[in-house]
């Protein structure tokens, strides 16, 4: 069972804030990155997240009232909602969170060329072009940066099965179109 915390600090009490934010670390820090990295595959995203996370339950120390409900629960909602904001906003700009990909120098030092890399990611973007944002979103999420159906459910805030049919469909259409240009 979830631990409360029951100290809220008064207004303008440094020490209240700070005996909170060390009970908070203290008690949920751990879970909180690790749902944080579930969500997102990426460590060090997570560990933003939960900083950010640990911050804001810091700030809003008036929310963190052990008889409104259990403060875990809030703090893994503001980390689960942050993860979302930090997918989205990395899907709107078309790059991918939790990877990081670096191609490794040929003898001698030499970069291999990224043309094809260029264009393949050219590809995939005009066939996404071709779904529905719901679609999109979840083919990103499974194809593109390797979540689990369930990851993606818990960082889209979708059912799972969810999840699992907008796959189905969108790689339908996908494959259809890909079949028609060849």
Partial sequence: MTAMI????????VDGH?????????????????????????????EDIVQETLIRAWRHAG????????????????ARNLAIDRVRSASSRHES???????EPLPGGVHPDHAD???ATQVTD??????????????????????????????????????????HYALSVLRRRVADAA
């Fill in 6 to 13: 029951t100290a809220s600090p008064t207004a303008g009490s």
């Fill in 126 to 167: 005009d066939l996404l072009r071709h779904l529905t944002p719901e679609h999109r979103d979840v083919i990103r999420a499974t194809c593109l940066n390797g979540l689990t159906a369930k990851e993606t459910a818990l960082a889209l805030g979708i059912p799972v099965g969810t999840v699992k049919s907008r796959r």
């Fill in 18 to 46: 700070d005996a909170l934010l060390d009970a908070l670390v203290a008690e949920h820090a751990r879970a909180l990155l690790a749902y944080t990295e579930s969500l997102i595959n990426d460590h060090y995203l997570a």
């Fill in 117 to 119: 890399q260029v264009v």
């Fill in 63 to 78: 929310v963190l009232d052990s008889s409104k409900g259990s403060v875990r629960g809030w703090l893994l909602t503001v």
């Fill in 97 to 103: 969170v939790g990877t990081e990909h670096r191609p």
